[in-house]
T-cell receptor, first 113, second 113 residues
């Protein structure tokens, strides 16, 4: 069975500071990995995904994530936080793209002026 | 543009009522999903369907059923609503091609009183 652990249910960062959201997964097969963002009262929007190939993945809004197989991690980063980054972020894993996703518990990001 | 539409954004139902949550996608996707979102638990899969009239249980199917009579429509049914089913429900769809994304609707907030 697959599982996803997101460290920290809440993260507070200052505007302009680095955003780092941690995600570790367990999977019996090579995984497909995703980060989604959810703004208040909205559904989930894909930030980025890893399927195969380059392990450093760039997504929308300046976010990127690196797949590290040896650490079973897929941490999300953004060099400089913006007020508009305040949202909840979900890491997810799938055995095949388009197949069902298993989600982590989510990390809510607060951006301070 | 990709569109997954959930018919009701906010619902209030009484304990014991039968509740229907409707979801329609306009992308001709084979796969459709129903997730439940609760604080700290992330999203948990209730049911999914990979073809018309086909369905499979997810991680938390108890108390729910689904119907998929047409490719574009996937309904979630609460046979007898209970207060512990108060939650946010998210519908999603995806094609079967590898490398593709799962697309989410905006969610339905259900309160059972």
């Amino acid at each position: 069975a697959q599982s996803v652990t997101q460290l920290g249910s809440h993260v507070s960062v200052s505007e302009g500071a680095l955003v780092l959201l941690r995600c570790n997964y367990s999977s019996s097969v090579p995984p497909y990995l995703f980060w989604y963002v959810q703004y208040p009262n909205q559904g989930l929007q894909l930030l980025l995904k890893y399927t195969t190939g380059a392990t450093l993945v760039k997504g929308i809004n300046g976010f990127e994530a690196e797949f590290k197989k040896s650490e079973t991690s897929f941490h999300l980063t953004k060099p400089s936080a913006h007020m508009s980054d305040a949202a909840e972020y979900f890491c997810a894993v799938s055995k095949a793209a388009g197949n069902k996703l298993t989600f982590g518990g989510g990390t809510r990001v607060l951006v301070k002026p | 543009d990709v569109k997954v539409t959930q018919s009701s954004r906010y619902l209030v139902k009484r304990t014991g009522e039968k509740v229907f949550l409707e979801c329609v996608q306009d992308m001709d996707h084979e796969n459709m999903f129903w997730y439940r979102q609760d604080p700290g638990l992330g999203l948990r899969l209730i049911y999914f369907s990979y073809d018309v009239k086909m369905k499979e249980k997810g991680d938390i199917p108890e108390g729910y059923s689904v119907s998929r009579e047409k490719k574009e429509r996937f309904s979630l049914i609460l046979e007898s609503a209970s207060t512990n089913q108060t939650s946010m429900y998210l519908c999603a769809s995806s094609p079967t091609n590898t490398g593709n994304t799962i697309y989410f609707g905006e969610g339905s907030w259900l309160t059972v009183v």
